[in-house]
């Protein structure tokens, strides 16, 4: 079956320092993969994807390249902020419209001022 | 435009109590699911319906009945409540045929279950 995995948290960093979330997984088929975006007290927010390999998401700063040789997909921004602190999920979906999420079980991020 | 709604926000039960949690979405989305989220291990699939009148199991749909009889709502009902059931319920819905589409959630329930 599909499985991800990402880097367990918590992740602690100081303001502007460089962020890198690791994500792999573990998928039958071509997948698109995601990463979503948990801030306290709220739902999941969609933060980038990308649907074959070698395809770059990006969003607010973040990016994930789509690595099919290593099965990674691995969440970086250059300049964290405060803002920024949250839960990161990482997912795949093998159907065509993105739906059966598969997640991985989520890094928190804690950004120190 | 609401979005994603679900109630309640919180619930406590008793176990063998039975409750629905409510969901639902302006967006005219096809595609709606719902998720249990907990601690370290993601959000995992519990049921989904692509369309009113059609449902179907997620990864773990156990102790769980959805209907879909409108497109606009997708309640979740637990018939006889289990402390392994206590956890944060999400609600999400999309396009069903949009390649890659996004999945808009729900603020999500909080059930504790003693």
């Known amino acids: 079956g599909n499985s991800v995995t990402q880097m367990e948290g918590p992740v602690t960093l100081s303001e502007e320092a460089f962020l890198t979330i690791n994500c792999t997984y573990t998928?039958?088929?071509?997948?698109?993969l995601f990463w979503y975006v948990q801030y306290p007290g709220e739902g999941l927010q969609l933060l980038l994807k990308?649907?074959?390999?070698?395809d770059k998401g990006s969003n607010k700063g973040f990016e994930a390249t789509y690595r099919k040789e290593t099965t990674s997909f691995h969440l970086e921004k250059g300049s964290v902020q405060v803002s920024d602190s949250a839960v990161y999920f990482c997912?795949?979906?093998?159907?065509?419209?993105?739906?059966?999420?598969?997640f991985g079980g989520g890094t928190r991020l804690m950004v120190k001022p | 435009n609401a979005g994603v709604t679900q109630t309640p926000k919180f619930q406590v039960l008793k176990t063998g109590q039975s409750m629905t949690l409510q969901c639902a979405q302006d967006?005219?989305?096809?595609?709606m699911s719902w998720y249990r989220q907990d601690p370290g291990m993601g959000l995992r699939l519990i049921h989904y319906?692509?369309?009113?009148?059609?449902?179907d199991q997620g990864e773990v749909p156990n102790g769980y009945n959805v209907s879909r009889s409108t497109t606009e709502d997708f309640p979740l009902r637990l018939l006889s409540a289990a402390p392994s059931q206590t956890s944060v319920y999400f609600c999400?819905?999309?396009?069903?045929?949009?390649?890659?589409?996004?999945?808009?959630f729900g603020p999500g329930t909080r059930l504790t279950v003693l």
């Open positions: 997912a795949l979906s093998e159907d065509n419209a993105g739906n059966m999420l598969t």
């Open positions: 990308a649907t074959k390999a070698d």
């Open positions: 998928a039958t088929g071509y997948p698109s």
């Open positions: 967006m005219n989305h096809e595609y």
């Open positions: 999400a819905s999309s396009y069903a045929t949009r390649g890659a589409d996004t999945q808009y």
């Open positions: 319906s692509v369309g009113a009148g059609i449902t």
